[in-house]
């Protein structure tokens, strides 16, 4: 075996590195860099230009900011600051110390915009217009000229709903209302959303490093809410969550249009939770010969 490349990645601390890394180490010599103490190199992409002791062989840029507490203003340029700002940043330290010949960027099907739809492709345009989509956007543009420039291999994987141990966002929120018995699916829960075991990115970087190009990523089978819930429920030993008429949460979104969001639900939220919305993974798995695990075989909540 040849010696092992050397992989810089960001972000080793949150969750989809906490899900990673450790197996990345055992194919790469892997320094993780990023805001918490945990890193090996700590720096706030957002404000820094971290100083770097080596070239690396492979960047994989995972640090960023996803899941929105208060949308107030601040927070929002919170969402350009990290995921754009640091981005160049990264890019600038990467300059000084010698580019890679990979980059690969985690991304999310966040930049196409789509509430809802069947097997979005690659193709669809960029109509993201959340802080969060377009500061990915701004990201995406950003590295694919740059990596031009600089005769980089880039990768963007854009990926789905991430699983794993301790999801954050709406996963983690249908984890904890399960656990306390008061998570409710909709008309039987039967939408469907793309998801992915986020280990698989670590299945992806090998395929792709020296390749590059833009994936959507996710498991090839979405699963329904209804499945989903019921799979969570089983590993916490509770009982199959209940299922409310549609007719009966939209009165009680309506009371939430009226109170300002105030309530539990309002008729956007409810929108989301009625509409599929899945991505076509079928670009990585002809060019790449990727194979996902199955969400339903791999999602486990807790480390056993």
């Known amino acids: 075996m040849s010696h092992m490349e050397k992989m810089l990645f960001t972000g080793g ?15 790469y010599q892997v320094t993780t860099c990023g805001t918490s103490d945990r890193e090996m190199i700590k720096t706030d992409l957002s ?6 002791n080596e070239r690396y062989d492979i960047v994989v840029h995972a640090a960023g900011k996803a899941h929105v507490i208060h949308t107030i203003s601040e927070e929002e340029n919170a969402f350009y600051a990290v995921n754009y700002e640091g981005t160049k ?11 890679p010949k990979s980059f690969i960027f985690i991304s999310t099907v966040a930049v196409y915009g789509c509430e809802y739809g069947e097997l979005i492709s690659e193709t669809h345009p960029l109509c993201g217009s959340t802080p969060y989509a377009k500061s990915k956007i701004m990201a995406e543009e950003y590295l694919i000229k740059w990596c031009e420039r600089n005769g980089v291999i ?3 994987l854009r990926s789905s709903l991430l699983a794993g141990i301790n999801p954050p966002g709406n996963l983690g929120d249908m984890i904890r209302g399960i656990r306390k018995g008061c998570y409710v699916n909709i008309a ?3 939408v469907k959303k793309s998801i992915m075991m986020a280990e698989d990115i670590a299945t992806l970087i090998p395929l ?4 590059g190009g833009i994936f959507n990523v996710c498991d090839t089978e979405p699963l329904s809410f209804g499945e989903l819930s019921q799979l969570i429920a089983g590993q916490l030993g509770k009982r199959r969550p209940v299922s409310l008429p549609y007719w009966s949460v939209k009165c009680l979104a309506l009371i939430g ?7 539990l639900i309002d008729s956007k939220r409810l929108k989301k939770l009625t509409q599929s919305l899945t991505f076509s993974n079928l670009k990585a798995v002809e060019t790449l010969g ?3 695990l199955k969400v339903s075989d791999n999602f486990r909540i807790s480390e056993k």
């Open 188 to 190: 039987g829960g039967k």
């Open 290 to 292: 990727w194979q996902p």
């Open 13 to 27: 601390a949150g969750f989809l590195g906490r899900n990673i890394v450790h197996i990345l180490e055992q194919s």
């Open 89 to 99: 940043n990264l890019c600038a330290a990467l300059e000084k110390a010698g580019v």
């Open 208 to 211: 792709v490093e020296d390749k």
């Open 47 to 52: 404000k820094d230009i971290p100083h770097l």
């Open 257 to 263: 249009d009226m109170t300002g969001g105030r309530f």
């Open 154 to 156: 880039l990768t963007i």
